[in-house]
């Protein structure tokens, strides 16, 4: 089972910022917080990922709590092409890689 | 760089049927996976590979789907016989290694099973 929450769904006016957020109270030490998203008929597609920095590179930054039971991700300047499933995963530092998608936060922005 | 390929795009058969797909990962890169998506659902890991040896196939159903990676490079992911239920998108994405580097998906097949 996914160890995130996330909103089923969030709308945002283009040219804002969108800020998904995912609670992952159960998160170990040795977790990192990873953010994928899916653009529809696409496979998913990696944006960004942290330990407990927040991060940040050309696609999008990220806020982890500093008790890191939860995390934002932050669009700054949503455009329609930013449409999609957002996916919060958290996945153990070193392990054999295995990404355990949820259900996602479907992201609309709207004109 | 070129992507995650992957072939057929769409692929319609009926249940007891077999299919296969095919996937070429990113060149340099050692670990390969499977996904299965569901309609509405996220994706599910169903196997990974690291060069020619499989990691994980803990949820492969392993008496109707097979899959290998010959020479650690291409892979091909086999269901024999379909049934109704795996009508779904199967993902395959690759990494440059395993761990905390990031996964490349290619575009999916999509499978109807009527």
């Known amino acids: 089972d996914a160890k995130t929450t996330q909103p089923t769904s969030m709308d945002c006016a283009e040219g804002r910022a969108a800020n998904l957020p995912c609670n992952h109270s159960?998160?170990?030490?040795?977790?990192?917080v990873y953010w994928y998203r899916q653009i529809h008929s696409q496979g998913p597609q990696y944006i960004i990922h942290g330990l407990k920095n927040n991060e940040t590179n050309e696609m999008a930054s990220l806020i982890i709590t500093e008790d890191r039971k939860s995390s934002t991700l932050i669009l700054p300047h949503a455009t329609l092409r930013d449409t999609a499933v957002y996916y919060c995963?958290?996945?153990?530092?070193?392990?054999?890689?295995?990404?355990?998608f949820g259900k996602g936060t479907k992201l609309s922005v709207k004109p | 760089e070129a992507g995650v390929a992957q072939s057929p795009r769409y692929k319609i058969i009926e249940k007891r049927q077999s299919v296969a797909f095919w996937c070429n990962p990113i060149s340099g890169h050692a670990t390969l996976y499977w996904y299965q998506q569901i309609l509405g659902q996220g994706p599910k890991l169903l196997i990974q590979f690291q060069n020619n040896g499989v990691v994980d196939d803990s949820q492969l159903p392993k008496d109707r789907f097979s899959a290998e990676r010959l020479k650690g490079v291409d892979s091909t992911l086999k269901i024999q016989p379909a049934k109704l239920e795996d009508s779904a998108v199967y993902l395959c994405?690759?990494?440059?290694?395993?761990?905390?580097?990031?996964?490349?998906f290619g575009p999916g097949t999509r499978l109807t099973v009527t």
């Open positions: 995963i958290v996945r153990v530092a070193g392990s054999q890689g295995n990404l355990i």
């Open positions: 994405a690759s990494s440059f290694s395993d761990g905390t580097y990031e996964q490349y």
């Open positions: 159960t998160i170990s030490g040795n977790e990192y």
